[in-house]
């Protein structure tokens, strides 16, 4: 008689199933001293190419700006003064965003002219923060008469004339802290006025603004909190009381996630026994009072001049599923199992597996509720 011990692994494999969508993507943002025509990179590639919204100062004097040459990964920054100037220098914030009206963001790069009516479709009253730029050169530009299905462009130069077909960069954004992570507001205000706000931002933000009729506006001293706002007419002079319309980013506030912990399936040894080998094969088993009855089979492999003899009597294990509210799941049960047998006839030249006769099993298991 021989013994010999079949080790299997104990292995079970749960599947969820789960459908969901694509994750929105997150606007890039940044806040940097930058050289006029200076390259930004967002550290990142977009799918496509985004709307890029940008303001500047430089010793807390608003300057004009505009993104030039929008690529999925980098743009351009164009600075110019109130004369209409090339700035060499200077601190520039920016917000790259992909429109997505599902999170109420909606923008566009758009040849556009002074007073012309662009078109949207939001919700409710939105924030709309444009730029604008011809030849490269930065423009004066703001959004008129906001609604929640479009705005009428404010356009000028430095010298206050109306510009016609120029690019114009616009973002038309309701803030909403859970779902796009903006704050902002459409307020008639100063300049040097201090805006603040509450809760503030959890890290440092960026800011962009837009202001109108024919004023430059710009974010000074950051805080979490809010800014200093820098207005300067195209003549030079401080604006007071004119339409401003800022938005802050600091990315979206993440939550953590759900985790559901998959029910834990085990087994209990709850018998044994021996039974005869009524069938060739490999494995096989029953169900027994709702309990699974494995019937494990081993034989001997010998070279093909031997005879093989088939094992007949095995020993079983009775096993039973504990799964939690009586779920139906598919795994797999490999249990170590004691094959003991009587072998009528058995002669090889060569012993497998050193001294003793390898035997080949396997155990195929199923779970009912």
């Given at each position: 008689?021989?013994?010999?011990?079949?080790?299997?692994?104990l292995?079970?494999?749960?599947?969820?199933?789960?459908?969901?969508?694509?994750?929105?993507?997150?606007?890039?943002?940044g806040?940097?001293f930058?050289?006029?025509?200076?390259?930004?990179?967002?550290?990142?590639?977009f799918?496509?190419?985004?709307?890029?919204?940008?303001?500047?100062?430089?010793?807390g004097?608003?300057?004009?700006?505009?993104?030039?040459?929008v690529?999925?990964?980098?743009?351009?920054i164009?600075?110019?003064d109130?004369?209409?100037?090339?700035?060499?220098?200077?601190?520039?914030?920016?917000?790259?965003?992909?429109?997505?009206p599902?999170?109420?963001?909606?923008?566009g790069i758009?040849?556009?002219?002074?007073?012309?009516?662009?078109?949207?479709?939001?919700?409710t009253?939105?924030?709309?923060?444009?730029?604008?730029?011809?030849?490269?050169?930065?423009?004066?530009?703001?959004?008129?008469?906001?609604?929640?299905?479009?705005?009428?462009?404010?356009?000028?130069?430095?010298?206050g004339?109306?510009?016609q077909?120029?690019?114009v960069?616009?973002?038309?954004?309701?803030?909403?802290e859970?779902?796009?992570?903006f704050?902002?507001?459409?307020?008639?205000?100063?300049?040097?006025?201090?805006?603040?706000?509450?809760?503030?931002?959890?890290?440092?933000?960026a800011?962009?603004?837009?202001?109108?009729p024919?004023?430059?506006?710009?974010a000074?001293?950051?805080?979490k909190?809010?800014?200093?706002?820098?207005?300067?007419?195209?003549?030079?002079?401080?604006?007071?009381?004119?339409?401003?319309q800022?938005?802050?980013?600091a990315?979206?506030p993440?939550?953590?996630?759900?985790?559901?912990?998959?029910?834990?399936?085990s087994?209990?040894?709850?018998?044994?026994?021996?039974?005869?080998?009524?069938?060739?094969?490999?494995?096989?088993?029953?169900?027994?009072?709702?309990?699974?009855?494995?019937?494990?089979?081993?034989?001997?492999?010998?070279?093909?001049?031997?005879?093989?003899?088939?094992l007949?009597?095995?020993t079983?294990?009775?096993?039973?599923?504990?799964?939690?509210?009586?779920?139906?799941?598919?795994?797999?049960?490999?249990?170590?199992?004691?094959?003991?047998?009587?072998?009528?006839?058995?002669?090889?030249?060569?012993?497998?597996g050193?001294?003793?006769?390898?035997?080949?099993?396997?155990?195929?298991?199923?779970?009912?509720?």
């Amino acid at each position: 008689m021989k013994k010999c011990i079949l080790l299997f692994l104990l292995i079970f494999s749960i599947i969820f199933l789960s459908s969901t969508n694509a994750a929105p993507i997150t606007p890039k943002y940044g806040v940097l001293f930058a050289r006029d025509g200076q390259t930004i990179s967002y550290n990142f590639t977009f799918p496509d190419i985004p709307v890029v919204l940008t303001s500047a100062q430089i010793n807390g004097r608003a300057l004009s700006s505009c993104a030039v040459d929008v690529e999925k990964d980098k743009f351009k920054i164009s600075l110019r003064d109130d004369a209409g100037n090339r700035v060499s220098s200077a601190w520039v914030q920016w917000i790259a965003f992909l429109p997505n009206p599902s999170l109420k963001m909606v923008g566009g790069i758009i040849v556009a002219s002074h007073g012309q009516r662009i078109s949207f479709n939001l919700p409710t009253y939105p924030v709309i923060v444009t730029n604008a730029q011809i030849g490269g050169n930065a423009l004066i530009s703001g959004a008129m008469n906001n609604s929640t299905t479009g705005f009428d462009l404010y356009l000028v130069d430095s010298n206050g004339n109306p510009v016609q077909n120029a690019w114009v960069l616009w973002g038309a954004i309701v803030p909403d802290e859970k779902l796009n992570g903006f704050k902002g507001e459409v307020k008639l205000l100063g300049n040097g006025v201090n805006i603040s706000f509450s809760p503030p931002f959890p890290q440092d933000p960026a800011y962009i603004l837009s202001a109108q009729p024919g004023v430059i506006a710009g974010a000074v001293n950051n805080r979490k909190d809010g800014f200093l706002l820098s207005l300067i007419k195209h003549d030079g002079t401080p604006a007071q009381s004119v339409w401003v319309q800022w938005l802050g980013f600091a990315g979206i506030p993440t939550t953590t996630p759900q985790v559901t912990i998959p029910p834990q399936v085990s087994y209990t040894e709850i018998g044994s026994g021996y039974g005869a080998d009524i069938s060739s094969g490999t494995y096989k088993y029953t169900i027994d009072n709702g309990y699974l009855k494995a019937w494990v089979y081993a034989y001997a492999k010998l070279p093909a001049s031997d005879v093989t003899s088939y094992l007949r009597v095995l020993t079983y294990r009775k096993i039973q599923i504990n799964a939690p509210d009586n779920n139906f799941y598919n795994c797999n049960l490999n249990m170590t199992v004691d094959v003991k047998g009587l072998i009528a006839k058995i002669d090889y030249a060569i012993p497998l597996g050193a001294s003793d006769t390898q035997y080949l099993g396997k155990v195929g298991v199923g779970i009912v509720e």
